[in-house]
């Protein structure tokens, strides 16, 4: 059990919801938002996803090493989107790395019990819970439709780099198949699971709010809110390093 199991699932959807929004709708400079990813990163490896933290740190890395670059040495035109798609890439961390904390961290059924907490209505219950289900059993089946194809001798790294639109077709076309099935079986399932008697149902897990709550929520969002709006980035050496390029 990751430390985030522990929390009561209403503090997780609260905390990641806040912080990705500043994220996304806070535009803080490129400095800043570099200061927030790891904040993400954090949480990403606090939840158990420590691959996933370091693959996209890689990345980041990279396409802000290449936006750095496209300045000094390419154009003013290919700068300008070079750090486009640093910050575009940026955007995508927050977004991507708050889904898998969520979903890493908050099961079904929890999910289903903290927004019936939160007095949330059921047309949007049902939606949520089955998105929470349904991006594991889509990486799931994207695994299982990927050894399928390597043993048919259809799917290795020379095959995507030379046919990479013939690979995809094939891995995307299997996929759109499996994605119609097993979204009409989740859809079921959670109908099913949520008929009737809501308010009589029995949950194993019972979770409320507690201290670590509070100090997680006050902790995170803080940290987060101090990154954004916080006027630190005066005191780096360099106006045209803190502003971090065009965008």
């Known amino acids: ?29 490129c400095i800043k938002e570099l200061a927030l990813a790891l904040v993400f990163a954090a949480l990403l490896a606090a939840a158990g996803r420590y691959k996933n933290t370091v693959f996209w740190l890689v990345l980041l890395a990279a396409a802000h090493g290449l936006a750095f670059w496209a300045s ?23 977004v991507v790395s708050s889904g898998m904390v969520l979903v890493s961290s908050v099961s079904v059924g929890d999910c289903i019990k903290g927004l019936e907490k939160m007095r949330a209505p059921w047309s949007f219950v049902v939606p949520t819970a089955i998105c929470f289900r349904f991006l594991p059993a889509i990486a799931y089946e994207g695994r299982m439709i990927r ?12 095959r995507v780099l030379l046919h990479p ?61 101090a990154i954004v709006f916080a006027p630190w980035e005066a005191a780096l050496p360099s106006a045209a390093f803190a502003n971090g390029g065009p965008l």
């Open 147 to 158: 050894d399928a194809l390597r043993l048919r001798g259809l799917y290795s790294f020379s």
């Open 1 to 29: 059990m990751t430390l985030f199991e522990r929390l009561d699932p209403r503090t997780l959807l609260f905390t990641v919801s806040a912080i990705v929004s500043l994220g996304i709708f806070a535009n803080g400079g």
């Open 72 to 94: 000094a040495a390419g154009s003013e035109m290919t700068a300008r989107f070079a750090w486009l798609f640093a910050m575009i890439f940026r955007k995508l961390f927050f």
């Open 165 to 225: 639109l013939q690979t995809g077709e094939l891995f995307m076309a299997t996929l759109l198949f499996r994605t119609m099935s097993m979204g009409e079986e989740l859809a079921f399932s959670v109908s099913t699971r949520a008929a009737s008697g809501r308010s009589r149902k029995a949950w194993y897990r019972e979770k409320t709010f507690g201290p670590a709550d509070i100090l997680f929520a006050f902790v995170v969002i803080g940290t987060a809110a």
